[in-house]
């Protein structure tokens, strides 16, 4: 028999993927190191300078988001969940919420950069040395695109099918303010920089209310191609015109620090006042968006019902409540693991640059 699809997120699913997102590119990389010694030792090569050469570095570059796209194919097909559904990369977005989501994007990099430059320099303070340099050259034109591939599109893709598509959903049964809260935290985690903490942490709850309002996996891909396409940007501008992107900022006197304050200010107005623009497109939507198919729809919906009638046979003799305690129980542990061995990471990063 065979097993129908499902087309919705839990908790269990959010966990168990995050684990493997913690945990597959410390395997892939793995996996490379190993490859590059054998291969090292067969051509009787040294190892330092195979790793450290471009075929190499290209693979590192994707090395992460082609990790998060081999969890999310594979994990999706082993649960048969029907994807595109239960993401909701499915359901559109129109031009007036794109061209919103953009402004949003382009406003959190604006009004925020003076934040994360405070930031920067209060981690500086502690003997870290925070880099803000690419693992790529942005000076040549190929070296341009393959950043946007590699530190614009992709991460854009992959990780809101990670972090927003499966962890935001699968956590929504506790309450969206929550699972907004909870995905952004583990969103700045997987970065594994302390140089980013912050700064992930106020994107990734951006992101995941994008999502929420608007129904749609595609916003959330919006702006944060947008973001990472606009840092490109202003790093690449920055080379070509010989400006320093590495010395941390200080800040000495009162005006450098009100300035902070008033730009963040100023920041939290205008995006606040943006998403409610974006909540009141999306709800406008919503009401004049008529289904293509409605016996797709409730065709949807009885398949739905069906496999959830089928589950409840199975466990009908089982108390319901006892029985989804301990899978939360069970997925809270696997979430607090995956945690603690994301925070080891990043603690391991803080010091290795100290």
Same mark, same amino acid.
């Given at each position: ?26 395997? #892939? ?13 067969? #051509? ?8 450290? =050469?471009? #075929? ?10 082609? =990790? ?44 925020? =950069? ?19 340099? /690419? ?8 070296? /341009? /695109? ?51 903490t912050v700064y992930q942490i106020i994107i990734g709850l951006f992101l995941a209310y994008a999502l929420y309002i608007t129904g749609s996996l595609l916003a959330s891909i919006t702006m944060h191609f947008v973001n990472n396409f606009c840092i490109l940007l202003i790093t ?45 497109? =999306? ?5 004049n968006q008529v289904p293509k198919d409605d016996k797709e729809l409730v065709s949807l919906e009885i398949i739905t019902q069906e496999a959830s009638n089928d589950e409840l046979v199975k466990i009908s003799e089982i108390d319901v409540q006892t029985a989804q305690n301990n ?28």
């Amino acid at each position: 028999m065979q097993t129908k699809n499902k087309y919705k997120y839990n908790f269990s699913d959010s966990a168990k993927v995050f684990l493997y997102a913690v945990i597959a590119p410390q395997i #892939f990389g793995l996996i490379l190191a190993i490859l590059v010694a054998l291969f090292a030792s067969i #051509f009787n090569l040294d190892y330092e300078l195979v790793m450290s =050469s471009i #075929f190499v570095d290209m693979i590192l570059l994707f090395l992460v988001q082609v =990790s998060f796209l081999t969890i999310f194919l594979v994990y999706n097909k082993l649960k048969n969940i029907d994807w595109t559904v239960a993401t909701q990369i499915k359901n559109k977005i129109n031009i007036k919420q794109v061209a919103i989501l953009v402004a949003i994007a382009v406003a959190c990099l604006f009004f925020l =950069s003076p934040l994360i430059s405070l930031i920067d320099y209060l981690i500086s303070l502690t003997g870290y040395s925070a880099s803000n340099e /690419l693992s790529v050259d942005l000076t040549t034109a190929g070296g /341009l /695109l393959i950043g946007v591939l590699a530190l614009a599109i992709f991460p854009a893709i992959m990780e809101e099918l990670i972090f927003r598509g499966v962890i935001f959903n699968g956590l929504k049964k506790f309450g969206y303010k929550k699972a907004i809260v909870i995905s952004a935290l583990l969103f700045a985690l997987i970065h594994m920089s302390i140089q980013q903490t912050v700064y992930q942490i106020i994107i990734g709850l951006f992101l995941a209310y994008a999502l929420y309002i608007t129904g749609s996996l595609l916003a959330s891909i919006t702006m944060h191609f947008v973001n990472n396409f606009c840092i490109l940007l202003i790093t690449y501008y920055a080379l070509i015109n010989g400006l320093d992107t590495t010395t941390t900022a200080t800040f000495s006197t009162v005006s450098d620090y009100t300035h902070v304050i008033i730009y963040t200010a100023i920041g939290a107005f205008v995006i606040w006042k943006l998403f409610g623009l974006l909540k009141k497109e =999306s709800d406008t939507q919503r009401l004049n968006q008529v289904p293509k198919d409605d016996k797709e729809l409730v065709s949807l919906e009885i398949i739905t019902q069906e496999a959830s009638n089928d589950e409840l046979v199975k466990i009908s003799e089982i108390d319901v409540q006892t029985a989804q305690n301990n899978e939360n129980r069970k997925s809270a542990h696997i979430l607090i693991i995956a945690s603690v061995i994301s925070i080891l990471f990043w603690l391991i990063n803080f010091v290795s640059y100290i």
